[in-house]
């Protein structure tokens, strides 16, 4: 199996700065989208500040047996490990910033990541960006957002609809760089030939539904073309938001195509 990759993000419509950052490491299989918050365009620090950290750590640890200085869970495959572990580094990396430049107080991010080892994919994230999988034409969810909104439909008191346009929608409940430990949601998976693997800003989930996300991931059109549609559609609903978007096809090894990945940020 191999990998081609693209990702896309744009300011949007109404802000002044993209807060978003986002990877691809193709050496290393490795794909991220943050999504900064903090006055005076400091979002653009800590979310770059932790992408940054993530890609280091699993670049580090890629040739280690190890997953130092965190120990090792067993229930958890390598993979999974060294990419929780490299979460909860930027995390340190966030918070360590912060506590030498006192004018960072109060920046933070959000993450999602993706690490591909063989056939698994291990899936971290912290906050309300997030992982989708397209396989035989379905969509599905593979994150939980940390809001508090989620938190109210899980709960059963809120619909997911009422969810998505409720004010307190952007509350998020973990972020790296907010409280001194951060809990990380970790998930393998297998992946197969013709999966389609999506991660992305809230600023790209709140302007399109998970169906008009399904549609143009299903639309046989090249990542490049899919990722530049799922920006152009949400600033043509508004654009309130940073918008990123990285999208991973999983192929066979002798499918057509030079098999390369790309990656390419428009701010
Ligand atoms: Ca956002």
Redesign the pocket.
Known sequence: MRVKACGLSDVGLTRAHNE?YFEIDPLHKLYVVA?GMGGHSHGEVASQLAVTSIREFIAKSADRDTTWPFGMEPDLAHHANLLKMAVRTAHDHVLRAISKDGSLYGMGTTVVGLLLSGTSAAIAHVGDSRAYRLRGGRLEQITQDHTWVNEQVVAGFLSREQARTHPLKNVVTRALGGESDVLVDVRELEVEPGDLFLLC???LTGMLSDADIRDRLASGRSLHEICRTLINDSNARGGI??ITVVLLAIEENGSNGNGEEEGEATR
């Open positions: 978003d999504d800003s809230d600023g938001d940073n």
